[in-house]
């Protein structure tokens, strides 16, 4: 198995062009993709699973460091080292438990993902697999890792882009040409030529860096150590102070200033992949699971403090959304656009990264148009090409929004291909159109049928909690199918929700847009109102909750027994979580920090509290240490040993067979 298989969109070989190169090729990139989706869609629009239905997640993890002799938490760059031996497995045959585990490399030296090795099935008994292949998965891994080495769940290192936060330690390189960060050292890019080549034609496209600033935490004596570090740290090559400017072009204060990449990509994130009957019913679930997809992330939240600051906020979405903004001056509308342009730019109002801009559904008609509320611009030939080809408004439209996109890496020997035959070009600009949640064709040559991906839910540091969110997940999908659930509202309620969730403490501070009446059909009016996320997972007077639901599913398809009471476990933990009976990581973290005894009410994450937090979250993923404020009486099983998985010799074997020159 290739280790660069598939990896946020298509891993090339060959030379990756630069934007300056790319002109011609990002224009015949973006008019093929539209012929290979056409042929492709023409090809698969009739597939149709005749089997049970298959999901899977993905877990993407870090490795922190223990550095020098003072023991700092720091994150390792040996990545890429661990991903080579974790791929010796795969001369080991005769382990069944080897063979469910799949791993796959990302943006950043710290970061591994790991997978179940083959899907899950459609029975309620897979569902107890998942968290025992969460914890394979973490022993397996570390079994490759050093003894001053951990790995961990949480979204975003909390002092990344500090002095010293990796080991070894690596300076920034503000004069390069990748990043120009004056604090993400571009070392700690992944090797493959498209990340710094991704990273760079982000900047290069945009006429200028990345500019990412979150809202800092406002404690006693915040403001003045903010002045300092603006002092002493946010100056360009000429020493002036940057100005950091929000999307309206206005000047912003008191926030953390962030710019490479690095700090968006190089977060974390739990996301699960659920395959449909056939294209029309992943339409449907890809509406319905991006109105949801906000509230998993409220209950999710596990990102206080970024850049060694406690934030406002406590989600990654934003940071990695501005990380990745390639649009220009004249596309975020910050820039008039020149009388002389040949080629006219539109007004892109979200990044890349983003929570979805139209509905798709095409099984309910006229119902669905209507919540599409918020501007989504589209290419214009694009769509043309789409509705002259057969393809249906709603879907021609939601392609021709995705085509407003250029291709940001482009492979020099990639470029003239088989429109056939191949889905390259149309899968260039698919995948790095990052939203909540992702409409996916089959791939080329392949049965599998269409699927649907969840993509924004924040790792947690547990393998309970983890599993609780994607039984959750994969549940709800199916509770949606069974009973044709119609949770639609307007985008910009959805868009609302979105930045409620970002929120400090978003998940029992806000309440959130939701439609009550889920049961009533698609040619009613939406009762929609504004609900406590305690009162949309657990039920109310207005709503019967998504849990209850859940529940009457189960009910429905007769689960019983030893897997009803684990389910109802996981079930019964998310309430828990969205009501506020128990902590988000997020809040616990930012406690962990206020509480700590070198804290000094000035919203800072110091070395020696970050050493402290970071080895208190690996001993809370452990199950070391007991946490009730957190994950109250849930039961929250220790890590095995090797020795205790059953696969001890298998690793000591695949790594005699990797060091072996024969």
């Given at each position: 198995r290739p280790i660069y298989a598939t990896l946020m969109g298509f891993l090339g070989v060959g030379r990756p062009l630069l934007w300056h190169d790319a002109?011609?090729?990002?224009?015949?990139?973006?008019?093929h993709g539209v012929e290979q989706f056409i042929t492709h869609y023409k090809k698969c629009a009739e597939i149709h699973v005749e089997k049970d239905l298959l999901w899977g997640d993905e877990v993407e993890y870090m490795i922190v460091r223990e550095c020098g002799k003072s023991h700092v938490s720091t994150l390792s760059l040996r990545a890429p080292e661990v991903l080579e031996k974790l791929g010796s497995i795969d001369a080991v045959k005769d382990c069944s438990c080897l063979k469910h585990i799949d791993w796959k490399p990302e943006y950043a030296g710290w970061m591994l993902e790991g997978t179940p090795g083959e899907p899950y099935g459609a029975t309620t008994a897979q569902l107890l697999l998942v968290e025992h292949n969460m914890m394979l998965?973490?022993?397996?891994?570390?079994?490759?890792?050093?003894?001053?080495?951990?790995?961990?769940?949480?979204?975003?290192?909390?002092?990344?882009?500090?002095?010293?936060?990796?080991?070894?330690?690596?300076?920034?390189?503000?004069?390069?040409?990748?990043?120009?960060?004056?604090?993400?050292?571009?070392?700690?890019?992944?090797?493959?030529?498209?990340?710094?080549?991704?990273?760079?034609?982000?900047?290069?496209?945009?006429?200028?860096?990345?500019?990412?600033?979150?809202?800092?935490?406002?404690?006693?004596?915040?403001?003045?150590?903010?002045?300092?570090?603006?002092?002493?740290?946010?100056?360009?090559?000429?020493?002036?102070?940057?100005?950091?400017?929000?999307?309206?072009?206005?000047?912003v204060v008191e926030e953390v200033y962030m710019d490479a990449m690095g700090f968006g990509m190089g977060c974390s994130c739990l996301q699960m992949t659920f395959q449909a009957w056939d294209v029309d019913e992943a339409r449907d679930l890809y509406d319905q699971l991006a109105i949801i997809s906000p509230l998993l992330m409220a209950v999710s939240a596990a990102t206080p403090a970024v850049k060694g600051w406690l934030t406002d906020t406590d989600v990654r979405w934003d940071i990695i959304s501005s990380s990745v903004d390639c649009r220009s001056l004249v596309e975020r509308g910050l820039e008039e656009q020149p009388s002389n342009s040949q080629n006219p730019a539109k007004r892109i109002p979200k990044s890349r990264y983003s929570s979805i801009s139209r509905f798709i559904s095409n099984t309910h008609g006229q119902h669905v148009e209507k919540y599409n509320d918020v501007d989504a611009p589209i290419d214009d030939a694009a769509l043309k090409r789409l509705l002259e080809a057969g393809i249906d408004e709603g879907l021609a439209k939601h392609v021709a929004h995705l085509f407003v996109r250029d291709a940001l890496v482009v492979f020099s020997d990639r470029v003239e291909l088989d429109d056939s035959t191949s889905t390259?070009?149309?899968?260039?600009?698919?995948?790095?159109?990052?939203?909540?949640?992702?409409?996916?064709?089959?791939?080329?040559?392949?049965?599998?049928?269409?699927?649907?991906?969840?993509?924004?839910?924040?790792?947690?540091?547990?393998?309970?909690?983890?599993?609780?969110?994607?039984?959750?997940?994969?549940?709800?999908?199916?509770?949606?199918?069974?009973?044709?659930?119609?949770?639609?509202?307007?985008?910009?309620?959805?868009?609302?929700?979105?930045?409620?969730?970002?929120?400090?403490?978003?998940?029992?501070?806000?309440?959130?847009?939701?439609?009550?009446?889920?049961?009533?059909?698609?040619?009613?009016?939406?009762?929609?109102?504004?609900?406590?996320?305690?009162?949309?997972?657990?039920?109310?007077?207005?709503?019967?909750?998504?849990?209850?639901?859940?529940?009457?599913?189960?009910?429905?398809?007769?689960?019983?027994?030893?897997?009803?009471?684990?389910?109802?476990?996981?079930?019964?933990?998310?309430?828990?979580?969205?009501?506020?009976?128990?902590?988000?990581?997020?809040?616990?973290?930012?406690?962990?920090?206020?509480?700590?005894?070198?804290?000094?009410?000035?919203?800072?994450?110091t070395e020696a509290i970050n050493t402290d937090l970071i080895n208190e979250c690996v001993r809370v993923s452990k199950a070391q240490v007991r946490t009730p404020e957190l994950l109250g009486e849930y039961k929250i099983d220790t890590m095995p040993t090797m020795q205790e998985s059953g696969c001890g010799h298998y690793l000591v074997a695949a790594q005699g067979a990797k060091n072996d020159p024969g």
């Open positions: 002109g011609d090729a990002v224009k015949y990139v973006r008019e998965r973490r022993v397996f891994a570390e079994h490759f890792l050093n003894d001053d080495e951990k790995l961990l769940t949480i979204p975003a290192f909390p002092r990344l882009g500090c002095k010293n936060f990796t080991c070894p330690n690596l300076d920034p390189s503000p004069e390069g040409d990748i990043s120009k960060s004056l604090f993400m050292p571009d070392e700690v890019i992944n090797p493959h030529p498209r990340f710094p080549t991704l990273t760079g034609n982000i900047r290069r496209r945009r006429g200028e860096k990345v500019c990412i600033h979150m809202p800092v935490y406002k404690d006693q004596h915040t403001q003045a150590a903010l002045s300092d570090d603006i002092l002493n740290h946010q100056r360009d090559a000429n020493g002036n102070i940057i100005e950091l400017i929000d999307m309206h072009g206005e000047k390259e070009h149309f899968e260039n600009i698919q995948s790095t159109n990052w939203n909540t949640v992702r409409f996916k064709p089959p791939p080329a040559d392949s049965d599998i049928g269409w699927r649907v991906e969840f993509r924004t839910v924040e790792v947690n540091l547990t393998d309970f909690e983890n599993a609780a969110y994607t039984v959750f997940v994969v549940l709800l999908s199916r509770a949606v199918l069974q009973f044709d659930l119609n949770f639609y509202i307007p985008i910009s309620k959805v868009d609302e929700n979105m930045r409620r969730a970002h929120q400090r403490d978003g998940v029992i501070s806000y309440k959130f847009w939701f439609r009550c009446n889920v049961d009533a059909g698609f040619s009613c009016e939406p009762d929609v109102d504004e609900l406590s996320m305690g009162e949309i997972f657990g039920g109310g007077n207005r709503f019967e909750g998504l849990v209850p639901i859940i529940k009457r599913y189960l009910d429905c398809i007769k689960c019983s027994g030893e897997e009803r009471q684990r389910i109802d476990v996981y079930l019964d933990f998310l309430i828990d979580r969205a009501s506020g009976k128990l902590m988000t990581n997020a809040k616990w973290m930012r406690e962990f920090v206020l509480r700590h005894p070198e804290y000094r009410q000035d919203s800072r994450v």
